[in-house]
């Protein structure tokens, strides 16, 4: 009894795996494997330590030194060659050193701000490697699926045919068709069998495209969940208001514009006269021969300002000025390019659509035109092998382009809502 338990178990178990291996599963799988999506991870953690590096110009910085010495004077002699004594002397020195920034020209302000843009910049990279990397899990999903109907359409049309042929034979000696039927019989048999062996090395390809983009093995193909629901945006317009708030390229490269603006104001810092303070104590013991101790306080303060550095900071400031206008044209570019990519996009979803509508009566009439047809030659009727392999061709044909007609439609709603900025895990439903 408690060995079938484990059985029923073990059975119960294997099913609640199996309806978990939709999209949404394998998306996660993905997320949690890319590598480079790790490595995404990785910077930015090591760019918000930029932060923390330029915000410690507002801070005061402490420094402790010491140095101990020790000098030994042998063979000493005075004016007159009198030889004096040997002498030992050890000195000891601490200090420590107190130093604060007061004033920068705002150079250290611009920088702090730049590093908040910096890690802005790399969260937005962050999420553009997981954006790809669902719409990449998607592709080879939902591809996988259309190139196992693909394999499965053409291993059926085999066996047809193989059958056809045996009919066909049978016929041959009855005397019902002719010998040039039954070669056209065996020679759409060959080619339905030379189809299937491409068809099975797309599936094979199609396996190793989903193991390395989910790092998962393709699972039992028979169970895959086609059914997925996304938010579309109901019209062009509304899809370009969305592209213009959240598209990735745009927003990045508005913080690359914004990044080169900081980088001008840096810049134009150096020229300013900067302001710090310093602090320092020491203890110093067996300082000479007559001091045996000293204690000595210091404080300094230190105005700076650059005037002439032979061009390189006026140079700089042009080089800076330069990079901020080429960052200003490369963001209008990104504009008119998120505009054009958004009405393709858009496009290709309502194109897809209606292909897949298409698609669907035509294989439904393709199925009636060949279940009629098949009739008609099996009961002796005037139809010719030729109509029937016609027939069989056109509805393989309409299968496998309503099958692609389907993967086209699911993977172009996951492009728009890519490009549009919306797409992630939450959004799958």
Do not use: C
């Not at 996009?345 to 009636?368: C, G, M, P």
């Amino acid at each position: 009894m408690r060995f079938f338990v484990i059985i029923l178990l073990n059975l119960f178990s294997f099913f609640s795996i199996s309806a978990e291996e939709d999209v949404k599963f394998f998306i996660t799988k993905a997320l949690k494997n890319n590598l480079i999506l790790n490595a995404e991870r990785k910077n930015l953690d090591s760019v918000k330590q930029n932060k923390n590096i330029t915000r410690s110009e507002f801070l005061p910085s402490i420094t402790i030194s010491g140095d101990q010495t020790s000098t030994s004077s042998t063979n000493r002699t005075d004016h007159n060659g009198l030889s004096l004594s040997d002498t030992e002397l050890d000195s000891e020195n601490k200090t420590i050193l107190v130093e604060q920034k007061i004033f920068s020209g705002f150079k250290g302000v611009n920088t702090f701000k730049k590093s908040e843009l910096e890690t802005q910049k790399a969260d937005l990279e962050l999420k553009q490697v997981e954006q790809q990397t669902i719409l990449n899990t998607v592709s080879v999903y939902f591809d996988l699926i259309y190139k196992f109907q693909n394999e499965k359409f053409n291993f059926l049309n085999v066996d047809l045919f193989e059958r056809q042929v045996e009919s066909d034979s049978a016929r041959l000696q009855k005397g019902e068709i002719t010998l040039t039927d039954l070669a056209q019989s065996e020679s759409s048999l060959s080619g339905a069998k030379a189809k299937l062996i491409n068809a099975q090395t797309e599936l094979f390809s199609a396996k190793t495209n989903f193991l390395r983009a989910t790092g998962e093995k393709a699972p039992n193909l028979e169970n895959l969940n086609k059914n997925v629901i996304l938010e579309i945006p109901n019209s062009l317009d509304k899809s370009i208001k969305l592209a213009n708030l959240n598209n990735l390229d745009l927003l990045i490269s508005q913080i690359n514009y914004d990044i080169s603006v900081k980088d001008l104001d840096i810049e134009k810092a150096r020229l300013s006269p900067s302001a710090s303070i310093k602090v320092s104590k020491s203890e110093n013991k067996d300082f000479s021969s007559s001091i045996d101790e000293k204690d000595d306080e210091t404080i300094k303060a230190t105005i700076t300002w650059p005037l002439i550095k032979g061009g390189e900071n006026i140079s700089a400031i042009k080089k800076s000025s330069f990079d901020k206008q080429r960052h200003q044209l490369i963001l209008q570019d990104t504009k008119n390019k998120v505009l054009s990519e958004t009405s393709n996009f858009w496009s290709k979803y309502l194109s897809s659509k209606s292909i897949l509508e298409a698609t669907r009566a035509q294989l439904k009439a393709a199925e009636i035109a060949n279940e009629g047809i098949s009739l008609e030659y099996d009961s002796g009727s005037d139809r010719t092998t030729l109509e029937v392999i016609q027939s069989r061709s056109l509805l393989l044909d309409a299968r496998i382009s309503f099958a692609e007609a389907e993967k086209n439609f699911i993977v172009s709603q996951f492009e728009l809502i890519n490009h549009i900025g919306m797409l992630s895990l939450s959004s799958l439903k």
